[in-house]
């Protein structure tokens, strides 16, 4: 490829954007460089997908920060599309940015500005990461690179002297304006590294771009965001671990250039080895990941790095064949499940803590199995007693770490030891180990959710593991199929020691029918259930599951996703309204599933469960790996073309119910944040405690909260308003919006939660939803003063639209002659844009 080092002299622009280029001189800067045209051509391929099939391939447009007179395209591929074969992408790069350019004849070519790495692969997840696939088609040496733990960050060269800093798909400031982005904090630390070694960055801009490299990094900074493993203050900063072409194909420094690299421009470097077969690689991952430390420290895992051989299929299937060239670079990666696995249950547990109260009888026994975490269950109660302002930010991601670190160090105190030698020698008290043995007699494992928590993809995947019998209740097309669900259960017990009830089993009457089910074998089968219920507000399910009924498509027999009407998000709201949580009397094992974890970790957590209590062993990495392909590769065998049809003809025959009125449904426990706040303030006089005591023992506190944004009884007069909120809702994924639950307000009819610091939120800093940045920065004062979230109302008499006439009215007067208030601390919340009906 011709390098773009063959640039005219550098235009007069300076790094931070204090001087620009005119457009002319960037037209002359940009239209000189020699792009490859494969390059070029994979935007246009880029451009032709996503206009044909926005759901696969999408692009947002960014001023870039350094010189807002050059626009800068970032590019973003559906994650799950990944794994399919052959892929329906023209690159596998995760985070490319892209210019365009004036060419010849007036016809636009593109030049990419910053590459990430191509996605790379676990063990056993995609055909050519098993042992024996990776034996064939690569070869000597393999560079184990520890995984950092942050966030990935890429450093490129805008123009000759001027820089690009950006997060994964993402650049400049957070849409949600709550804080600093991924990669502002990636560009404060360049700067501060680059100002340590004496170096500038106009010298990284010119290097970078006569390279033709993007600098690719790991941000680490605890005090910007916590991940598993802890940063002190000597590996706080960007671990450079990568230097990648600018190229449509994956190409890479080898590690000694990176190391080099990060020497000279001050980058902390990124610990590695070298091994010189597979085979080693193997051996080498199996020693680490027994503990779960390498040099005597915890880590995630390892990015194993290498390159294609030829011919690529050779000794093996050409399925287990790389989609990569022979010559290219290669990667996949090795992960450990301990310690992070009993890492991620402590900081779960401790916010069940602080949410219900410091008691270990609280803590779901599913969490329990490990004698560390009873430990430290005991131990974090006490500490919460003790001093509760140690973990005020701890739900909001902060001092997770640091709580961990304290209960590592008393482990070693004497006081620790002697706990832990008690425990050793005293019986299990904590009832989480089942009253009977389930690893010898027959078992049937019971979900306990709603549609959409991935009950079925984790029963495909536990399936393709451990040979258990998976019943689809949906597969049952009898005109009374409960009753044959029950009897397909029971007839595959006869074949399979463990068998999967795959149903909902929302209701207290399911479990007792399989219960029943369960007597009709000798000796009667026993029941393992995982519950995905609980744990989390309503909406929060409703808005996650939603989503994974969206991403599905018509991978399912009956329940097809549909934009219009939303047929499935009222089917969903129906189940959340039905569901009953289990009592601890309804299974022989009940373990706490988390509906907002991955496939991954949700697997994990089965996994564990089923190596503690049905006695099988615990699969390897490449056996996880090919069970996490099998269950994303699932589709039904039988799939409901009723369904299908129905959900259309609802969409194209029915007019949409026009909403009620628009609000952000919000996605918070009220009764862990209103609780609290009114046990820990001073002088709030008896009568008023009294009122929420009352809400609560009636309830009459609000099972789904909502911010109103606009009401259909305020037009016409904010028409233009409702005609947003309507655009919006329309979505596929209408978005999602952050606020501040500020003041509690309340009389002896209703109480309220006043709302500040509307924003908007995302999962991945790459979705800016410009058209909901607008609408929140438009929204009227007026209207800003009233936003609030009903927390209850007295009896069903009292009309919930009396909250916002006492907002005002306290706005106004503030407390007192039967109103009241108090502050509520650091209360964030987030929820979706929705039309509402009721």
Not at 610 to 618: A, F, N, T
Request: with cysteine; hydrophobic share 40%.
């Amino acid at each position: 490829m011709a390098s773009p080092s063959k640039s005219p002299s550098p235009a007069p622009v300076v790094a931070g954007g204090e001087a620009s280029a005119a457009p002319d001189e960037l037209h002359n800067l940009f239209s000189s460089l020699s792009i490859e045209d494969e390059d070029s051509a994979l935007i246009d391929d880029l451009q032709r997908i996503s206009k044909a099939s926005p759901k696969l391939v999408r692009s947002s447009e960014h001023k870039a920060p350094a010189d807002p007179s050059i626009l800068v395209r970032s590019w973003k591929m559906n994650e799950f599309k990944y794994y399919d074969i052959p892929s329906p992408f023209p690159t596998l790069a995760r985070g490319l940015f892209t210019q365009d350019i004036a060419g010849g004849s007036g016809k636009s070519k593109h030049r990419i500005v910053a590459r990430g790495y191509d996605k790379f692969f676990n063990i056993g997840e995609v055909p050519w990461t098993h042992w024996a696939s990776l034996e064939t088609h690569t070869a000597a040496p393999y560079t184990l690179t520890l995984k950092s733990n942050g966030c990935i960050i890429f450093i490129a060269a805008l123009t000759p002297t001027q820089l690009l800093v950006t997060s994964k798909h993402s650049l400049g400031p957070s849409p949600s304006a709550t804080g600093e982005s991924h990669a502002q904090v990636g560009e404060r630390w360049l700067r501060k590294h680059l100002a340590d070694c004496g170096k500038t960055e106009e010298q990284l801009a010119r290097t970078l771009w006569d390279k033709n490299w993007t600098a690719v990094a790991e941000l680490c900074d605890d005090s910007f965001e916590e991940h598993v493993l802890p940063y002190g203050p000597e590996k706080t900063g960007l671990h450079l671990h990568g230097l990648n072409s600018c190229t449509k194909h994956f190409r890479t420094q080898e590690q000694d250039v990176v190391d080099a690299f990060a020497d000279t421009w001050g980058f902390i470097k990124t610990p590695s080895t070298v091994l010189s077969s597979i085979a080693e690689v193997r051996a080498f991952t199996d020693e680490v990941g027994r503990t779960g430390k390498w040099n005597g420290e915890a880590l995630e895992g390892f990015v194993v790095r290498t390159h294609v051989t030829a011919p690529p299929t050779k000794g093996g299937k050409p399925a287990s064949a790389s989609p990569y060239p022979v010559g290219a670079s290669f990667f996949f990666k090795i992960k450990f499940d301990e310690p992070y696995m009993m890492y991620r249950d402590w900081r779960e547990v401790t916010k069940t803590l602080l949410t219900k109260g410091p008691s270990p009888a609280l803590v779901p026994k599913s969490k329990m199995r490990r004698a560390e975490t009873k430990l430290y269950v005991k131990w974090v109660c006490a500490e919460i007693k003790r001093d509760p302002s140690q973990f005020e930010e701890f739900t909001k991601g902060k001092g997770i770490i640091a709580t961990r670190t304290r209960f590592l160090q008393w482990l070693e105190s004497d006081q620790g030891k002697a706990a832990q030698s008690a425990v050793a020698g005293v019986p299990d008290e904590t009832g989480t180990k089942p009253d009977v043995d389930l690893k010898e007699d027959k078992v049937i494992i019971v979900p306990i959710a709603v549609p959409g928590v991935g009950k079925t993809t984790v029963g495909v995947a536990l399936s393709h593991l451990f040979g258990f019998g998976h019943v689809q209740s949906d597969d049952v097309q009898a005109k009374k199929p409960a009753p044959q669900f029950i009897k397909n259960v029971v007839k595959a017990l006869a074949k399979h020691r463990v068998v999967i009830a795959d149903k909902n089993n929302h209701l207290k009457m399911h479990r007792e029918q399989l219960r029943e089910g369960a007597r009709q074998v000798d000796p009667p089968a026993h029941l393992l259930a995982f519950n995905w219920l609980g744990g989390l507000p309503q909406s929060t399910i409703h808005r996650i599951c939603s989503d994974r009924i969206l991403q599905r498509g018509d991978k399912h027999q009956a329940l097809i996703a549909d934009t219009a009407p939303r047929g499935h998000e009222d089917v969903l709201w129906m189940f959340l309204k039905q569901a009953e949580e289990p009592a601890d009397a309804e299974a022989d094992v009940l373990v706490t599933m988390n509906v907002d974890e991955d496939l991954e970790h949700m697997l994990a957590s089965a996994v564990d469960a089923c190596v503690e209590y049905l006695g099988v062993e615990r699969p390897d990495q490449e056996k996880i790996g090919a069970a996490l392909a099998a269950a994303r590769a699932y589709e039904p065998k039988r799939k409901s073309n009723k369904g299908k049809a129905a959900a259309k003809k609802k969409q194209d025959d029915t007019p949409a119910k026009p909403p009620r009125y628009f609000g952000v449904l919000a996605e918070v426990d009220l009764a862990s944040v209103v609780g609290p706040a009114l046990a820990a303030a001073p002088d709030v006089p008896e009568e008023a405690r009294n009122f929420w005591t009352e809400l609560t023992a009636n309830g009459r506190v609000a099972p789904r909260p909502h911010v109103t944004i606009v009401h259909s009884n305020s037009l016409p007069d904010e028409q233009a308003l409702w005609d947003e909120c309507i655009t919006l809702h329309k979505r596929e994924r209408p978005p999602v919006l952050s606020f501040r639950l500020e003041e509690l307000v309340w009389n002896g009819r209703i109480m309220a939660a006043t709302v500040s610091d509307l924003a908007v939120a995302t999962e991945d800093p790459g979705d800016v939803d410009e058209s909901a940045v607008a609408l929140v920065a438009t929204l009227p004062g007026e209207l800003r003063e009233r936003l609030h979230v009903t927390v209850g109302t007295r009896d069903k008499d009292v009309p919930p639209v009396e909250a916002g006439r006492l907002v005002a009215e306290w706005r106004k007067n503030g407390a007192g002659a039967g109103v009241w208030a108090i502050p509520l601390k650091d209360v964030w919340v987030k929820g979706r844009l929705k039309g509402l009906f009721n």
